[in-house]
């Protein structure tokens, strides 16, 4: 067994990738491996993108961990899990967790946010330590029973935040676990970019395979490729009315200066949206949703506007999740207000990323299998 803790920098796998022939990627499709007879458990699963995306490959449920309360019950009225713990993940421990080949979760990203005050993992809120709840976890599952694929999320700050160091010190961390991280498997990828997507929604995700039982991590930025646009009219409900508490009244400032910008609109043209951000209104290129973000469920004017035949509105929850590439049959439970929605969706992992990474997976498992 190799240690990887008096060598922090990036490790040369060179010699392996010369030989290295990836699948062709190119398209979005369907493939034929799948993750059947692999088990995923999920932390920080939030309403549950990471995990659809991996259980439309197949992959088995086991666990998922979530605080109680509303994002919880969202959760669970989607996705089928075997086991789910409503849980500070402060207060889990290993020997809660049934073991799971995959391991995935996307941890507290404020913390690390180029729109937040980037305390990283000092902020004083403490969502930046939690990280360091997922290596205590890893350290509490042993080497025989730890999962053997890591796949983490977060803000694509996380990256360039702080000279580069944050990202730094979670390689760090995993790699003195003896899971393989380098720079290169911590890779960018973007919705409207890779899934196709109207929404221009750039985020960081980390993989790390355990070195005990792989001699590398194949993950990397060329296994992914660009994806042609789909027009924004078709994730937008642009033909019913919203109800009345998304539209701006026409006496409201906000209507007023929105109205101001108002571009016209010429018979073929996708739609225009407009998103009001620090005092001014932004145009967003035509036809592409702005990054929809927690901030969202603070109220306000965070949620992107429209104008349709009825008036100028915001986008309704429903649309927003279209715009993660939620499925039709997503649905929340009664009880949970919109403000919450929204900042439960912006919190979220676009399930159509997440299957992308999943198909990844499938091939490196069915490459590599269990390992040696």
Same mark, same amino acid.
């Given at each position: 067994?190799?240690?990887?803790?008096?060598?922090?920098?990036?490790?040369?796998?060179?010699?392996?990738?010369?030989?290295?022939?990836?699948?062709?990627?190119?398209?979005?499709?369907?493939?034929?491996?799948?993750?059947?007879?692999?088990?995923?458990?999920?932390?920080?699963?939030?309403?549950?993108?990471?995990?659809?995306?991996?259980?439309?490959?197949?992959?088995?449920?086991?666990?998922?961990?979530?605080?109680?309360?509303?994002t919880g019950r969202a959760y669970l009225?989607?996705?089928?899990?075997?086991?789910?713990?409503?849980?500070?993940?402060?207060?889990?421990?290993?020997?809660?967790?049934?073991?799971?080949?995959?391991?995935?979760?996307?941890?507290?990203?404020?913390?690390?946010?180029?729109?937040?005050?980037?305390?990283?993992?000092?902020?004083?809120?403490?969502?930046?330590?939690?990280?360091?709840?997922?290596?205590?976890?890893?350290?509490?599952?042993?080497?025989?029973?730890?999962?053997?694929?890591?796949?983490?999320?977060?803000?694509?700050?996380?990256?360039?935040?702080?000279?580069? &160091?944050?990202?730094?010190?979670?390689?760090?961390?995993? &790699?003195?676990?003896?899971?393989?991280?380098?720079?290169?498997?911590?890779?960018?990828?973007?919705?409207?970019?890779?899934?196709?997507?109207?929404?221009?929604?750039?985020?960081?995700?980390?993989?790390?395979?355990?070195?005990?039982?792989?001699?590398?991590?194949?993950?990397?930025?060329?296994?992914?490729?660009?994806?042609?646009?789909?027009?924004?009219?078709?994730?937008?409900?642009?033909?019913?009315?919203?109800?009345?508490?998304?539209?701006?009244?026409?006496?409201?400032?906000?209507?007023?200066?929105?109205?101001?910008?108002?571009?016209?609109?010429?018979?073929?043209?996708d739609t225009q949206l407009y998103h009001?951000?620090?005092?001014?209104?932004?145009?967003?290129?035509?036809?592409?949703?702005?990054?929809?973000?927690?901030?969202?469920?603070?109220?306000?004017?965070?949620?992107?506007?429209?104008?349709?035949?009825?008036?100028?509105?915001?986008?309704?929850?429903?649309?927003?999740? &279209?715009?993660?590439?939620?499925?039709?049959?997503?649905?929340?439970?009664?009880?949970?207000?919109?403000?919450?929605?929204?900042?439960?969706?912006?919190?979220?992992?676009?399930?159509?990323?997440?299957?992308?990474?999943?198909?990844?997976?499938?091939?490196?498992?069915?490459?590599?299998?269990?390992?040696?």
């Amino acid at each position: 067994m190799q240690s990887h803790s008096s060598n922090l920098q990036p490790i040369d796998v060179g010699e392996y990738r010369q030989s290295e022939e990836y699948p062709d990627f190119r398209d979005c499709g369907e493939s034929e491996i799948t993750l059947e007879g692999y088990t995923q458990g999920a932390l920080f699963c939030g309403i549950g993108g990471f995990c659809q995306g991996f259980m439309s490959k197949g992959a088995k449920n086991v666990f998922a961990n979530e605080l109680d309360g509303p994002t919880g019950r969202a959760y669970l009225n989607a996705v089928h899990c075997e086991s789910f713990i409503p849980k500070n993940i402060c207060d889990l421990r290993a020997n809660e967790l049934p073991n799971v080949d995959i391991l995935h979760g996307g941890f507290p990203c404020q913390s690390f946010s180029i729109a937040g005050a980037q305390g990283g993992f000092h902020d004083t809120k403490g969502n930046g330590k939690l990280f360091f709840e997922i290596i205590r976890l890893l350290k509490e599952y042993g080497e025989t029973t730890r999962p053997k694929v890591l796949v983490f999320e977060n803000t694509a700050n996380l990256r360039y935040g702080n000279a580069g &160091n944050w990202l730094y010190r979670i390689r760090h961390e995993l &790699n003195k676990l003896d899971y393989w991280c380098s720079e290169e498997n911590c890779i960018n990828l973007n919705v409207l970019k890779h899934t196709g997507i109207p929404q221009n929604r750039d985020r960081l995700f980390i993989f790390a395979v355990d070195s005990n039982l792989y001699d590398y991590n194949p993950f990397v930025a060329k296994m992914f490729t660009a994806q042609p646009r789909d027009r924004l009219d078709a994730f937008l409900l642009l033909d019913e009315q919203a109800p009345d508490k998304f539209y701006l009244d026409p006496s409201n400032r906000y209507f007023q200066e929105m109205s101001a910008c108002r571009v016209t609109e010429e018979h073929g043209n996708d739609t225009q949206l407009y998103h009001y951000r620090k005092y001014e209104t932004r145009l967003p290129e035509r036809g592409i949703c702005p990054t929809l973000t927690a901030n969202m469920g603070r109220g306000g004017h965070n949620v992107p506007f429209l104008f349709d035949q009825w008036g100028l509105r915001k986008l309704t929850p429903r649309e927003c999740l &279209n715009l993660q590439g939620f499925p039709p049959e997503f649905k929340f439970p009664e009880g949970i207000s919109y403000t919450s929605q929204y900042a439960m969706i912006g919190n979220s992992v676009s399930p159509k990323i997440a299957k992308l990474l999943a198909r990844r997976v499938s091939w490196f498992f069915d490459r590599y299998g269990h390992g040696h």
